[in-house]
Nanobody, 120 residues
Framework: QVQLVESGGGLVQPGGSLRLSCAASGNIFNINRMGWYRQAPGQQRELVAHITRSGNTNYVDSVKGRFTISRENAKNTVYLQMNSLKPEDTAEYYC??????????????WGKGTLVTVSS
C-alpha cells in the first residue's frame, strides 16, 4: 500500500507565496518521476511541474519563473514553491509519482489534493 499526502495549501493574496509538500509512504522501493498537477473548477487537470529522480525539471509555461519544484529522495518527498501567485493559480493541486514497490513493479499514484486559493 502506497500513499501520497499533500500539505501546504491555503488562502493567499495575489503576489504571495505558498510551499506545497507531498510525502510518499508505504511499500516503496524507488520513486522515479514526481510531479504536481492542478485542476481549477470546470477545467481539465493539467501538469504544473515534474522532477526526475536525478533532478531534471519541467514546468508548464504559465508558472515558469514563479514556481520551483524540488525533492528530497531520502524522505520520498516533493515540494512546490509557489511565488508571485496569481488568481489564475487557484486550483486543487495534486501530487503524482511513479513508484516502484518492493515487488519491483512500477505504478502511478495520486494524492488526494490540496486546495490553493489566490484572492484578495
Amino acid at each position: 500500500q502506497v500513499q501520497l499526502v499533500e500539505s501546504g495549501g491555503g488562502l493567499v493574496q495575489p503576489g504571495g507565496s505558498l510551499r506545497l509538500s507531498c510525502a510518499a509512504s508505504g511499500n516503496i522501493f524507488n520513486i522515479n518521476r514526481m510531479g504536481w498537477y492542478r485542476q481549477a473548477p470546470g477545467q481539465q487537470r493539467e501538469l504544473v511541474a515534474h522532477i526526475t529522480r536525478s533532478g531534471n525539471t519541467n514546468y508548464v509555461d504559465s508558472v515558469k519563473g514563479r514556481f520551483t519544484i524540488s525533492r528530497e529522495n531520502a524522505k520520498n518527498t516533493v515540494y512546490l514553491q509557489m511565488n508571485s501567485l496569481k488568481p489564475e493559480d487557484t486550483a486543487e493541486y495534486y501530487c503524482n509519482a511513479d513508484i516502484q514497490t518492493y515487488g519491483l513493479a512500477f505504478y502511478n499514484y495520486w494524492g488526494k489534493g490540496t486546495l490553493v486559493t489566490v484572492s484578495s
